[in-house]
């Protein structure tokens, strides 16, 4: 079965960075668009970034500029390099297969940023 398991998350201060991982197994993964969504509280979850099979990547406009995806194939990993980070992008960050209504999420990783 398809499993999607998040790491990385964590508390930083206002400007600093983290870097979270998305290690998928039970998937050819080589060949999907990998996805990461967030949810803060009191809202919906959002698409953050995705990257395709040959590693065309987009962001959310809130992102841009701060965020990077990228994956590693051999490693079945996808990641999530998040720099200048800011209070609003406090929220459960998810790895996602398939889009807003696939069955395939990882558990999430919980991301804080406060001073």
């Known amino acids: 079965q398809v499993q999607l398991v998040e790491s990385g998350g964590g508390l930083v201060q206002p400007g600093g960075s983290l870097r979270l991982s998305c290690a998928a197994s039970?998937?050819?993964?080589?060949?999907?668009?990998m996805n990461w969504y967030r949810q803060a509280p009191g809202k919906q979850r959002e698409l953050v970034a995705r990257?395709?099979?040959?590693?065309?990547?987009n962001y959310a406009d809130s992102v841009k500029g701060r965020f990077t995806i990228s994956r590693d194939n051999a490693k079945n990993t996808v990641y999530l390099q998040m720099n200048s980070l800011k209070a609003e992008d406090t929220a459960v960050y998810y790895c996602?297969?398939?889009?807003?209504?696939?069955?395939?999420w990882g558990q999430g990783t919980q991301v804080t940023v406060s001073s």
């Open positions: 990257i395709t099979s040959s590693s065309n990547t």
């Open positions: 996602n297969i398939g889009g807003p209504r696939s069955d395939y």
């Open positions: 039970g998937v050819i993964f080589s060949i999907y668009t």
